[in-house]
């Protein structure tokens, strides 16, 4: 349709008075796009209408002013219901401040005291360990004694269980006397373990001391320490016969016979 | 940096050369523009141009179908209000602001109309609906003829009056008129083209 059938159709008035469809309103926007004098025609259609509306109209001062107090008080109303924050940012922020600063005081508080209760913790670990340390020492000590105790047993029970052992008993040189001696003699092994029974003990500065004798020849075969034990002496590589003297503390090189108390033969 | 109160006196300077332009070169539609980007913005300037530019006509309107000059001032400033509470529903690619406002004012008007309180305070007894049929004719001519419009009106035959009436004043569709009137569609176009070309010779 050509522009000047169109406007004078009738449709650009309807358009103004708000007659239209939708689609029919598309199409008088295009034609106005495409034509300028179209889009001067619809501006002149209003300008007309408007004018027959205002015919006999009078505003008044305060209509305006109304307008604006209505607007006003409608618009304070909604900001009411909003309500504002007058610092959003800044409360924000500190809010987060104050939330870091309490998880940071609580992290300490809560480190405090874990501080405290680990330090007790291994405080009281290092009094139970030391305790356990000095019973542990005990047990050792009375360990080792057993173990050393053993092994002098086990000692004492292989040296008599040994084929080789020769057993000694040293008689009391004068009659009537019920002391007596054992001595295990192992010429293989060269030991000599020996037990000294019911002898008095020595008195103050003199010791008994064993002696071993091979063709008429004393050996010194060591001190005598205790009465009722046995001992294990010095190492011996031959001997016909044992004997037990008097001798001062600490023992001599050669025997003095006259202190001579108990002897043995070796008997093969 | 951005200073939103220095550009808040930027929004205001196009509305205020545009008042002082308002019967100066600047094309109706340069200064439309300008006040519907200020409406958009907020700005109350903007609402008073448009206030004055428009006023007078849609208390026109409003007028003609209420027939009261006190109740068409009340519903004068409650359409400014609708218009500036609801501007975010203008779309200029829908339509004109003129036409856009129109509907705003017609349709307060109307609603008036509707409510029992103004239908009991007038007395009008017959007005079971809330848009006055044409074959009411009586009560029709009593409501949209009145003093200052006769003068106008009387230059219009009746057959290009009652068309104006319905489709300008009482905001009929092109088919709700053509129905009522009970005239082809394309009849109701040609007489209200002819309607406001005879208008426009008496208002140049």
Redesign the interface.
């Known amino acids: 349709m050509k522009p000047e059938d169109y406007i004078?159709?009738?449709?650009l008035?309807?358009?103004?008075?708000?007659?239209?469809?939708?689609e029919?309103?598309l199409e008088v926007?295009l034609m106005a796009k495409q034509h300028p004098e179209i889009q001067i025609e619809?501006?002149?259609?209003?300008?007309?209408?408007?004018?027959?509306?205002?015919?006999?109209?009078?505003?008044?001062e305060h209509?305006?002013e109304?307008?604006?107090d209505?607007?006003n008080e409608?618009e304070h109303i909604a900001d009411n219901n909003k309500i504002i924050p007058l610092h959003p940012f800044h409360d924000q922020q500190r809010r987060r401040y104050i939330s870091l600063m309490v998880a940071a005081v609580a992290l300490f508080l809560l480190a405090s005291v874990s501080n405290v209760y680990f330090f007790n913790h291994w405080k009281n670990s290092e009094k139970s360990l030391i305790a356990l340390k000095v019973e542990d020492d005990k047990t050792h000590k009375a360990y080792l004694e057993t173990q050393q105790k053993l092994n002098s047993m086990q000692d004492e029970l292989a040296s008599y269980k040994s084929k080789d052992l020769m057993v000694v008993m040293l008689h009391p040189m004068k009659k009537n006397m019920d002391y007596k001696a054992i001595a295990l003699y192992n010429p293989k092994m060269k030991s000599i373990q020996l037990k000294v029974m019911n002898l008095p003990t020595a008195p103050q500065g003199m010791q008994y001391q064993l002696w071993a004798i091979k063709d008429g020849k004393a050996t010194d075969a060591g001190m005598i320490t205790e009465i009722n034990k046995m001992e294990t002496m010095k190492s011996i590589p031959n001997s016909d016969s044992f004997a037990i003297t008097m001798e001062k503390a600490g023992g001599s090189s050669e025997p003095t016979m006259a202190s001579m108390l108990l002897m043995g033969k070796i008997e093969i | 940096m951005y200073y939103p109160i220095f550009s808040k006196y930027l929004q205001i300077l196009p509305i205020f050369a545009s008042s002082l332009a308002v019967n100066s070169q600047i094309s109706n539609i340069d200064q439309e523009e300008i006040i519907i980007k200020g409406i958009r913005e907020g700005n109350q300037a903007a609402l008073r141009l448009l206030f004055q530019k428009y006023g007078k006509a849609l208390k026109g309107v409003i007028f003609r179908i209420i027939n009261d000059v006190e109740t068409s001032e009340d519903l004068l400033q409650e359409t400014f209000v609708k218009i500036w509470q609801n501007f975010d529903l203008f779309d200029e690619n829908k339509g004109k602001l003129f036409t856009w406002m129109l509907n705003i004012a017609r349709n307060t008007a109307i609603d008036k109309l509707r409510s029992t309180k103004f239908i009991q305070g007038k007395k009008i007894q017959e007005l079971n609906e809330a848009v006055p049929k044409i074959d009411a004719a009586n009560n029709f001519e009593i409501q949209l003829d009145h003093i200052g419009i006769q003068s106008l009106t009387k230059v219009l035959k009746p057959e290009l009056k009652e068309v104006v009436d319905l489709v300008y004043f009482l905001g009929y569709s092109h088919s709700e008129a053509a129905e009522n009137l009970n005239i082809p569609l394309g009849t109701v176009k040609t007489r209200i083209r002819s309607a406001i070309n005879e208008l426009r010779k008496v208002f140049v």
């Open positions: 004078l159709s009738g449709i008035e309807l358009y103004v008075c708000g007659a239209l469809k939708n029919e309103c926007q619809i501006d002149k259609i209003e300008q007309s209408l408007k004018k027959l509306a205002e015919s006999g109209q009078t505003l008044h209509t305006f109304n307008i604006i209505q607007v409608s």
